[in-house]
């Protein structure tokens, strides 16, 4: 079992910056790939980003692709989602996965609870 526990959403205006933290307890976080994804009431959820267990590969949406970074640090059993230049499109409750791999991420078997990020114009 894996717990994952998201923070750092908020309320940012477009063109703004935010940075989401995903900390990991349980099973050794290294042996599983991260992925990020958001949803908005509604609307389905989406993929925003993954990353590999050792960092070596990357996926991004998109609609993300130059604005969004991930990144990870196994020592410190944590995730991390760098977002720069929002767009109020960006809203939505931010959710991090631990899965076997990145193309595989979609069906991850641990989810987090969930922050909001909030992109005002």
């Known amino acids: 079992q894996v717990q994952l526990v998201e923070s750092g959403g908020g309320l940012v205006q477009a063109g703004g910056s935010l940075r989401l933290s995903c900390a990991a307890s349980g099973r050794t976080f290294s042996n599983y790939a991260m992925g990020w994804f958001r949803q908005n009431p509604g609307k389905e959820r989406e993929f925003v980003a993954a990353?590999?267990?050792?960092?070596?590969?990357?996926d991004y949406a998109d609609s993300v692709k130059g604005r969004f970074t991930v990144s990870r640090d196994n020592a410190k059993n944590a995730g991390y989602l760098q977002m720069n230049s929002l767009k109020p499109e960006d809203t939505g409750v931010y959710y991090c996965?631990?899965?076997?791999?990145?193309?595989?991420?979609?069906?991850?078997?641990?989810w987090g609870q969930g922050t909001q990020v909030t992109v005002s114009s």
């Open positions: 990353i590999s267990r050792l960092s070596r590969t990357t």
């Open positions: 996965a631990a899965g076997r791999t990145v193309s595989t991420i979609r069906g991850a078997d641990y």
